[in-house]
């Protein structure tokens, strides 16, 4: 199968059903055994992805909120934001179908390339159980602090070296 054309463009209003759908889809797994209707953990997931937003929003104001297009489709997002040295990846997502096939691989690999461009560490929060924790491992990604359910990882800064 042919690798998408992939392509970055800043989020808009007009974007927020698939931001729903992005969060939505992220947290199937954990709402599946709770005993609510369909409506209940609907209007839940709504609540809570409001809270999200505004989160993201206050806490990293001068972010780039992103979505991610393969071939003209909007399939995911990608947020970041510059902290002291860091280059934080608030948030990396891609519609279920469109998972496993190298494009989460390919955005990072990006992010690490304008990070090591600009001399900074890259940084994230992941939860214990995300299957992303192997390939952040791999990329050099290490534990710095942790918590009952996220661990923050943190890739050195790369010096670009031209041989």
């Not at 954990?30 to 809570?48: H, N, S, Y």
């Not at 179908?97 to 390919?106: L, M």
């Not at 992303?132 to 791999?138: E, I, S, T």
Request: aromatic share 8%.
């Amino acid at each position: 199968m042919p690798h998408p054309h992939l392509r970055l463009r800043n989020e808009t209003a007009l974007d927020s059903p698939l931001m729903f759908q992005l969060f939505a889809a992220s947290r199937a797994a954990e709402l599946a055994p709770v005993p609510w209707t369909d409506e209940q953990k609907d209007a839940f997931l709504r609540q809570q992805f409001i809270a999200q937003t505004d989160a993201y929003r206050g806490a990293y104001a001068g972010g780039r909120f992103m979505v991610v297009e393969a071939n003209g489709l909007a399939i995911g997002r990608l947020y970041l934001a510059h902290l002291d040295g860091d280059l934080r990846i608030v948030d990396i997502a891609l519609l279920p179908e469109w998972c496993g096939r190298g494009i989460g691989s390919r955005l990072l690999a990006d992010v690490l390339a304008e990070a090591d461009a600009e001399s900074r560490a890259v940084s994230l929060h992941v939860e214990h159980w995300n299957p992303a924790r192997r390939l952040y491992d791999r990329l050099g990604f290490e534990p710095v602090k942790e918590d009952s359910v996220y661990v923050l990882l943190r890739r050195p800064a790369q010096s670009s070296r031209l041989s």
